[in-house]
């Protein structure tokens, strides 16, 4: 019999999803360079197939960028409803395997599952259902998923992105030092550019050297909130899969592979983002009372802004327009940005009986 994990925890990551979808839905697209992109002429490239990433297309470059990269690019616009319908037919399987409070979307394309009551009396290993699970979308869905298992979240997250696509990473508990400890840091979530920078800085190149990195010089360096980040290096990661309310956020960001000053650029990566968010409010059943915009300078310094309603909302052209709002709030003017990012709040259970308000 198998021993049973104290926690199982399955990280599951669609593969390239946005192009995925496209690529299932019209064979004549299946093993050529794809990217998904807007009409604009600004437009930047919201997801790759892995053909087109071979050519170094990535998410948030620009499009003319992309197709200089590759002349056979295949450019297909936004499908948002297949999108959401592929997460919801995704969402289905996981609900076999664990109760909808133990299922915690993050994106259309990723979610976190609890499946511990299903390895606690040790029938099925956490490997067992993850191989099931990946089973189903391919038979059912046709799409590949790479998943991570893992006694933590943050542990399963990084296993699920080792080894993609298609990938299955299991981490048995106690063995958490060993696989993270060999991978760079800059996989490990919360370290940005930025955070990297300074940890090699101080001679930390993989997620063992932070593990293992004397506390206290840690935090004199970075601040508090290194303390935290070295648990999790160490596997240290306790925070529990809940899916039973919706989330106080949810937000997406981009960088830029070179600075941006030009405005029509900058307002199309905003446009896009908002349209993921949009997404992910319908799949949560959820609207947003608040918009905000984040923008990151070239000295890293961090300019965010955002725009209130009185009544919540999931219109992607009215949360745009609030996003460009709080953009202009931002007074940038030609100044160069080096990230933009887009989050809502004050999300809620809508209330059909109220009525569209205009921005505050």
């Known amino acids: 019999m198998p021993t049973p994990w104290p926690r199982a925890i399955l990280h599951v990551d669609l593969d390239a999803f946005y192009t995925s979808v496209h690529q299932r839905d019209d064979p004549s697209l299946r093993g050529k360079p794809v990217a998904v992109a807007g009409a604009s002429k600004r437009a930047v490239v919201m997801g790759a197939s892995y053909e087109a990433r071979a050519f170094g297309v990535r998410s948030a470059m620009p499009l003319f ?11 297909v616009r936004p499908a948002s409803a297949r999108y959401r319908e592929a997460s919801r037919a995704v969402h289905g399987i996981f609900r076999r395997f664990a109760a909808p409070e133990k299922i915690e979307g993050v994106a259309l394309d990723e979610a976190y599952i609890d499946v511990t009551a299903r390895t606690r009396h040790g029938t099925a290993t956490p490997e067992d259902i993850a191989r099931q699970v990946k ?13 991570g298992a893992a006694v933590g979240k943050v542990v399963a997250k990084v296993a699920s992105g080792s080894r993609k696509p298609d990938g299955l990473v299991v981490v048995p508990p106690d063995t958490e030092a060993d696989f993270m400890g060999p991978l760079p840091v800059g996989v490990l979530p919360g370290v940005g550019p930025k955070t990297e920078e300074r940890l090699r800085l101080l001679g930390i190149r993989r997620i063992g050297d932070l593990a293992e990195y004397d ?9 508090t909130s290194a303390a935290v980040l070295q648990k999790l290096a160490q596997g240290k990661d306790r925070a529990p899969v809940d899916g039973s309310r919706p989330p106080k956020t949810i937000s997406a960001e981009v960088t830029f592979e070179t600075d941006v000053s030009d405005r ?4 199309e990566a905003v446009k896009d983002l ?9 799949e949560a059943g959820v609207k947003a009372k608040t918009v905000y915009v984040k923008v990151k300078l070239p000295d890293f310094r961090l300019v965010s802004r955002q725009v209130s309603r009185t ?16 953009l202009e709030k931002s007074h940038l003017e030609s100044r160069p940005v080096r990230l933009i990012g887009v989050g809502l709040s004050g999300l809620e259970h809508p209330q059909p009986e109220l009525q569209m308000s205009l921005f505050d």
């Open 264 to 267: 029509e650029r900058i307002e």
């Open 135 to 147: 089973f189903m979308v391919r038979n059912e869905v046709h799409l590949t998923a790479s998943i």
């Open 311 to 326: 009544s919540a909302t999931d219109d992607a052209d009215v949360i745009f327009r609030a996003a460009r709002s709080a």
């Open 215 to 223: 506390t206290q010089r840690l935090v004199q360096a970075l601040g």
């Open 274 to 282: 908002t349209a993921r968010l949009t997404d992910r409010l319908r």
């Open 65 to 75: 960028e992309a197709q200089q990269l590759c002349p056979e690019l295949v450019v």
